[in-house]
């Protein structure tokens, strides 16, 4: 990768950034003019990356390298006819000086284009050429944002039909046609069921959410009282909804669901709670619609929408062990899906199988309620990071006073590959930033991992969904010895007043508290649809061969049935290729 002018260069000459991307994007412009695939794979570094949401392909795929890129853009080009490619002059997407990772400048630029359906969006992060040399984008982002004629709507008036009609009679009107004859039956209404609807109401998808709580926002209600969101507000915040600026750094669990069941009534959302999707709903081929049967509060109502979107946890029942001796064990057996805090557990002796994010929750709880001992029981590695630190890095991915769409835009425009590559570069400065702390957990006896390719804690999130833990204080107690690790070793049996491990060694137990995690959604969503349907339906979760996350958003293998998952800031952004795909099934852009 050619790399002549430092950072400190562009950061001198304001002009240059803007200089380098004029030049790429003028280059770029030229190579689509002439529907030419090897001049437009010229201007991506050799060894660069290209992240085609939707524009090239009816598909979310990454490619990367010279070959890969160069022969996905030679069937694809012409048929995308992509034209007046122009950079972003925004204040929030125009060109700047920036890193990637220490050590290495870059240009980074949003721009827009547009094709004859669609206008377009990309984000780009360019290589400063040596002198008399291209530059050339390290990375490259190209999306599609709304389909000419059908736009995302901004906002509504409030006034209607000449002002003669009330918002309340406009709502119930609109409620009564949803609840009639649904478009898309969404599964699901914490942040992801919530956000896709909300982004199918403003694309004009008529949309009903089933939630199986009784209220809207118990699915986070009924976790351990002392949750809260590890990443900063910036990055957890609602679609079209921002949170007031008195809300706190890190959301906490009461909040977050009070927020939730608001957010559902101030976007307009029909949710019916209660409610459930019964086995086991059918797609008709011909009619292109399901036969769906809703358990609403015990009352069957049939429907049949054209599209279901499951957008539940990609956890599904939790993962109970089978413990031998468990029947006279006289103690507490739970799993940490059902820990409602630690005051019940004060003067008890507990041991916590497992050491990811519940269990050091769960344990900082228990020791703090006043529990006489807390052993947390770690089989394998644990990845760790403070919330410090990671507040460092998503701060700086997602600032405060930047537009969340802007934020969003920018971390999209970094393939999970690049990331990972990121990750690696930066996991000495993370380690170097937590030394303290992670220099006295492996003196305590708790060992740690960096991840499988030393990627770190946030590629472990994409990877598994797992095997690591957020510090918000169990690390300190671990340290103190407030907390105990049994490392390395598994439960071989319980005795009536404890605990026998696999290396022989005993220990006595009031309580014991399962954070063993969780078992994939896709064994519940077999139940519902049965093995024949989700058997043909992509995994969910963890990276897929196209370099792409598993999160959904995009077809799933059969048709009507889609994905919707993964983490708030991703149910925020891809919510729109998820509604950009219905919508051109609808206009007959795409088959279904």
Not at 515 to 541: C, N, Y
Not at 558 to 586: C, H, M, N, V
Request: contains cysteine.
């Amino acid at each position: 990768m050619a790399n002549g002018t430092g950072k400190h260069a562009l950061g001198q000459h304001g002009d240059l950034s803007f200089d380098i991307a004029t030049s790429w994007i003028t280059a770029l412009n030229n190579a689509v003019a002439h529907l030419d695939a090897g001049a437009f794979t010229a201007c991506i570094a050799h060894d660069g990356w290209l992240r085609d949401l939707l524009v090239f392909a009816p598909d979310l795929r990454t490619h990367r390298g010279y070959e890969a890129i160069h022969s996905h853009l030679e069937n694809t080009l012409a048929q995308a006819q992509i034209s007046n490619l122009v950079l972003d002059d925004s204040p929030y997407g125009k060109p700047k000086a920036s890193e990637f990772g220490p050590g290495m400048p870059i240009v980074e630029t949003a721009f827009n284009f547009e094709t004859p359906k669609a206008t377009g969006k990309g984000y780009v992060r360019i290589l400063p050429p040596s002198e008399g040399e291209a530059p050339t984008a390290l990375c490259l982002m190209m999306m599609l944002s709304d389909w000419k004629g059908h736009e995302e709507i901004d906002h509504e008036s409030g006034v209607f039909e000449g002002h003669n009609l009330s918002w309340q009679e406009v709502r119930d009107r609109r409620r009564a046609e949803i609840e009639k004859d649904p478009l898309a039956i969404v599964v699901g209404a914490a942040q992801s069921g919530l956000q896709v609807a909300a982004r199918f109401r403003q694309m004009g998808i008529r949309t009903l959410v089933l939630e199986q709580t009784a209220r809207v926002g118990d699915v986070w209600r009924n976790r351990y009282p002392t949750l809260a969101l590890h990443t900063p507000r910036a990055h957890h915040c609602f679609l079209y909804q921002p949170y007031p600026s008195n809300w706190p750094e890190y959301t906490p669990r009461d909040k977050l669901a009070y927020w939730i069941e608001q957010y559902a009534e101030t976007q307009d959302l029909v949710v019916w709670t209660s409610s459930s999707l019964e086995p086991t709903p059918k797609y008709n081929a011909t009619t292109k619609r399901w036969d769906a049967v809703i358990n609403r509060n015990g009352v069957p109502v049939v429907l049949h929408p054209a599209h279901i979107v499951i957008a539940v946890s990609m956890y599904g029942d939790p993962v109970v062990p089978s413990l031998a001796g468990a029947a006279s064990f006289r103690g507490t057996i739970l799993h940490a899906s059902a820990f409602g805090g630690g005051a019940p557990f004060a003067g008890q002796t507990v041991v916590v199988v497992g050491a990811g994010n519940s269990a050091a929750d769960v344990c900082q709880d228990l020791a703090f309620r006043g529990a006489s001992a807390v052993t947390m029981v770690q089989r394998s590695a644990t990845a760790v990071v403070s919330s410090a630190y990671l507040a460092a890095t998503f701060g700086g991915a997602f600032p405060e006073g930047r537009p969340t769409y802007y934020s969003d835009l920018a971390f999209a425009g970094m393939p999970v590959g690049l990331l990972r590559e990121l990750g690696k570069r930066v996991q000495p400065f993370a380690e170097k930033f937590d030394k303290e702390m992670l220099e006295g957990l492996k003196k305590s006896g708790f060992k740690l991992t960096d991840g499988p390719d030393h990627s770190g804690q946030i590629l472990m999130v994409f990877d598994r969904g797992g095997g690591y833990f957020i510090d918000v204080g169990c690390a300190s107690l671990i340290i103190n010895g407030s907390v105990k690790v049994k490392q390395g070793t598994e439960i071989d049996r319980l005795t009536p007043t404890g605990v026998v491990f696999a290396d022989g060694s005993e220990q006595e137990a009031d309580a014991i508290i399962l954070a063993t995690g969780w078992r994939p959604v896709r064994e519940k969503l077999r139940r519902i649809f049965g093995r024949d349907v989700i058997d043909h339906t992509s995994e969910l979760w963890g990276v897929d061969e196209g370099g792409e996350l598993r999160a959904g958003y995009k077809p799933s293998g059969q048709p009507g049935l889609w994905f919707a998952t993964g983490d708030f800031a991703i149910s925020r952004f891809y919510s729109k290729f998820l509604a950009l795909f219905i919508k051109g099934i609808e206009l007959g852009y795409f088959s279904s």
